[in-house]
């Protein structure tokens, strides 16, 4: 049997093991064993002790909490059903093949779970890969969708910035073959109007195409097979400065120097449709037939987001480059540039809050046939976005209410609880939202006093002599008014005083 001194010399065990890095399978024994002489602890009576905590990376959220998530939520809605998106779902895992190949160095980050069945399984890693298998397997070659769902990355976690293991995505893809730029550009609106209307404070959304990217790869001269590794060094852009990015391409990736200062020419450029015509004109870049599509396509881009009015917010940036494989053509990313909050002292800094991107090889990829579907797409930051709202209500004091009760059944007397029971249930029927404390007699002054702390705004008061007059009295809680109102007419009178707030 297992003692304390022993499970304690097995933990310090394991935590050598994994400081010096040692081999995962020798780590995983070790780990089992202390596991087991837990377990075995643990049958002593009172002397194994719970420790009562969420999983790493992952939090509980309170209905002060919910509330404001549900606000967020509710406003992306909204906007994708306004661009007339459909909703589908899709399960949480997916078979481990689906997932493999398609995230590049992200894949490390992929939550693989145990053999169930003869089926190798991972949990999703995000909404996009999962559609994409969806699209082939349906065979569906068109269609407008949202998807809003928890994804997971096995991924260390900076619960502060908004980054966790498990988290929701906000995603609307457009799949179909359709004119170019057109479906891109409304990805881009959408995005604008989610985050004027959250009011986040102000944001950029940068812009680039991977065309322009492996176009100026080539040119740069880097050699076919590290042009995603250099991408996704040059992904790091918006966290380092170029001079780390640098020596990261040329001391950790074998990038040649020269190359790598070439590149460093073209990832620093950033503007609009002036910048396009200058690329466009640029010796080297207009001799690369992608590079050239791309450019061609961006200017077209730029011209729809024109007449949507919203190049004000837009940057096309040379140095996004987004790390994920299966981004074809135009990429985009939202960042907030500053955190105005009165109240803190150190503004909340939580870096991209939506991105997303054209990926046209992706259904390809799962077809038996090859047939490709284009899809461009989008996804919303949720976390990232509820960090901010949740630090500015917390700075703010401001009073979230939890609950969406209209009005609460009361009585100044005893005896009247079956009135009261009577009276929530036609309510209930009418599609009121009402309570009723849960006691036989409750005082009016706590019944009242109920009201104040949880927001309810209106009190139907029921009474002997109001049951004898037919009549029930309405009592607004904010101004404390009192009104008479006729049983047959309160369920419109609430709704008529409820829909004014």
Excluded at 124 to 146: G, H, Q
Excluded at 171 to 199: N, T
Excluded at 343 to 357: C, K, Q, R, T, Y
Excluded at 379 to 394: A, H, K, N
């Amino acid at each position: 049997m297992a003692d304390e001194a022993a499970v304690r010399a097995q933990a310090e065990a394991v935590r050598r093991l994994k400081q010096d890095k040692a081999d995962p399978d020798e780590i995983a024994k070790e780990v089992a064993k202390l596991l087991e002489m837990k377990a075995q602890l643990g049958g002593d009576e009172g002397k194994h002790k719970f420790v009562l905590k969420t999983p790493k990376g992952t939090r509980d959220y309170s209905p002060k909490q919910m509330a404001i998530r549900e606000r967020v939520f509710n406003a992306i809605i909204t906007c994708f059903k306004r661009h007339g998106a459909e909703v589908i779902d899709t399960p949480v895992f997916e078979l481990k093949e689906t997932l493999t190949g398609k995230y590049g160095e992200d894949s490390k980050l992929i939550y693989d779970l145990k053999d169930q069945g003869g089926e190798l399984l991972s949990l999703r890693y995000d909404l996009t890969v999962p559609f994409a298998r969806y699209l082939a397997m349906n065979k569906i070659t068109s269609i407008k969708r949202y998807h809003i769902a928890k994804v997971y990355r096995r991924d260390n976690p900076a619960m502060t910035r908004g980054r966790y293991r498990e988290f929701y995505q906000c995603d609307f893809d457009i799949a179909g073959q359709f004119d170019p730029m057109i479906p891109d550009a409304e990805c881009l609106k959408i995005v604008h109007e989610i985050l004027s209307d959250l009011q986040l404070g102000d944001f950029l959304i940068k812009v680039n195409d991977r065309r322009i990217l492996d176009g100026m790869f080539a040119v740069c001269g880097v050699p076919d097979s590290k042009f995603r590794t250099i991408c996704s060094s040059v992904d790091k852009l918006d966290k380092m400065p170029w001079e780390e990015v640098r020596s990261e391409m040329v001391g950790e990736k074998g990038l040649s120097p020269e190359v790598a200062d070439h590149i460093g020419e073209y990832v620093q450029l950033h503007g609009g449709l002036d910048l396009i015509e200058r690329l466009l004109q640029d010796p080297k870049l207009s001799q690369n037939k992608l590079a050239k599509e791309g450019l061609g396509d961006m200017k077209l881009l730029f011209e729809y987001l024109t007449l949507f009015g919203i190049t004000g917010k837009i940057s096309f940036d040379l140095s996004l480059a987004r790390g994920l494989d299966y981004y074809t053509g135009v990429i985009f990313e939202a960042v907030l540039l500053q955190q105005e909050n009165d109240h803190v002292e150190e503004p909340v800094s939580v870096g991209s809050v939506a991105g997303g991107g054209r990926y046209d090889g992706l259904v390809g990829m799962f077809d038996p046939k090859g047939r490709k579907v284009p899809c461009v797409g989008v996804s919303i930051g949720i976390e990232r976005i509820f960090s901010i709202l949740e630090q500015r209500v917390e700075a703010s004091e401001e009073k979230i209410r939890t609950r969406e009760t209209q009005v609460l059944v009361a009585s100044a007397q005893k005896k009247l609880l079956e009135e009261r029971l009577k009276l929530i249930s036609e309510l209930w029927d009418a599609g009121i939202k009402a309570e009723v404390l849960y006691k036989k007699n409750p005082k009016l002054l706590n019944q009242l006093q109920y009201c104040e702390e949880t927001g309810i705004p209106l009190v139907a008061i029921v009474g002997e002599q109001e049951l004898k007059d037919g009549v029930i009295k309405l009592r607004v809680v904010a101004t404390r008014e009192e009104v008479n109102v006729r049983r047959e007419s309160l369920v419109e009178e609430i709704r008529m005083r409820t829909s004014r707030r």
